[in-house]
């Protein structure tokens, strides 16, 4: 179903700066897997969707909240192969519906608000035993496909990074993109692996849970200080930052994943992270629908 993207490419990226370390930099474009759906989503719901009988009548629920691309993706994931899905929204619903969630009713989701005290229990036996009965042959699928079926499937991207890469590097929010990577990397490839959250502790714990410990720490590198504040927190200098990549290379980044992770790949270039020589992909996980929640003319794309 969703194994072959023909859509993805891979964009190299040049500049004096590069040319000066010797690095080579390329862009693998999961965006543009689809202009809405972030590319790393429809690999993390890979194995999920594969493994379901349709004709069973299966609903499949999942969590996010107002401006979630994992929501969005899973509803699209859903009508694209007949799967009734309905997405659990944290909060009271909104007046006005966000861009994503209208997203979601578009493609066919049920939502249902739930308030945030709530949201915060939903993993706890009795809420997921509720929707259980709520609905028969319920598949629950973890906020941002935070679960080792997630993992697997997001491991599908290294299908497309070629063995001459030395590093790949991506951003993290959950993280199961990234130990998913990890867990298919080649041993002479290094994993860099930026937080877009303040403070993410427990990452180590969810690379050892999301990889079942099976994974070379050597190759693993978490670069905590681009966050910018925090999750969905930008500043003046991200933005501008964005705009120049932009600009100058045709590469549109979103503000609360890639961007920072673009700009994570410049600093690290810049202080002589990379040696010479080496070649770097950044994965382009998409998310460029969340840009819509900026007010107009914040970028120049
Ligand atoms: C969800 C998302 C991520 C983070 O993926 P995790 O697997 O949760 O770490 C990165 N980039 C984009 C664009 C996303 O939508």
Redesign the pocket.
Known sequence: MLSSHPNITTQTIDNNLLQQKKIQLQVLRLDKVHPII?G??IF?LHYYIEGLDKKAGKTIITFGGAYS??LVATAYTCKLNGITCVGIVRGEAPKQLSHTLQHCTEYGMQLQFISREAYHQKENNDFTGQLQQQYENAIIIPE???AIA?AKG?ALIMNHVADEITHIC?????????AGLLSNIKPHQQLIVFP?LKGLNDIDQRFDFLTGKNFNKEQLHIRDGYHFGGYAKKTVELIQFMNTLYNEHWLPT?F???GKMMYGVMNLLQNNFFLPGSKVLCIH???LQGNLSLPAGTLTF
């Open positions: 972030s790393n989503k993390k691309n994992h941002g496909g935070y997630g997001a991506c951003a993290a929010g959950t993280s199961t993109t990234a877009v979103d609360v994943y890639t996980t998409g998310g």
